[in-house]
């Protein structure tokens, strides 16, 4: 997890390093394929967290040197984080609805050509 992690924040920072010098990644297809495994990546290390915090903890319990009381938090801020985590997911997840029900209603009308997109070739004016 740590490592995925670091690999991704390093990564992060040098394509911004190399944006602000004018000097893109976009045309590189080891950082296109570097950025299209990067989500993947990003998952695994989020998994790998939680099973080694679930199986760091576990063992104790089984073996009763720990009792399930003692594992848990005592942390009373824990319904802060909680009703956080609902918000912003739900606006995240709101605003992707929006933004796809919007991209296709222009879809719909026949607006799709007129919009601009940084992935389609350029129009050269004859």
């Given at each position: 997890?740590?490592?995925i ?6 990564f ?9 010098r004018?000097?893109?990644l976009i045309d590189?297809?080891?950082a296109?394929?570097f ?13 790998t ?7 760091g ?12 009381d003692?594992?848990?938090?005592t942390?009373?801020?824990v319904?802060?984080?909680l ?6 997911y739900?606006?995240m997840?709101i605003a ?6 919007s991209m296709?209603?222009?879809?719909r009308?026949?607006?799709a ?6 992935y389609?070739?350029?129009v050269?004016?004859?």
């Amino acid at each position: 997890m740590i490592g995925i992690g670091t690999l991704l924040a390093a990564f992060s920072v040098w394509f911004w390093w190399r944006e602000r010098r004018r000097r893109s990644l976009i045309d590189s297809p080891r950082a296109l394929g570097f950025l299209s495994i990067s989500g993947v990546l990003a998952v695994i290390a989020l998994q790998t967290g939680w099973i080694t915090t679930e199986v760091g903890r576990q063992p104790w319990i089984a073996y009763e040197v720990m009792t399930v009381d003692e594992a848990v938090t005592t942390n009373s801020n824990v319904w802060i984080t909680l009703t956080a985590t609902i918000v912003v997911y739900s606006a995240m997840g709101i605003a992707a609805f929006a933004v796809i029900r919007s991209m296709s209603s222009r879809w719909r009308h026949g607006e799709a050509d007129a919009l601009p997109s940084p992935y389609s070739p350029e129009v050269v004016a004859r």
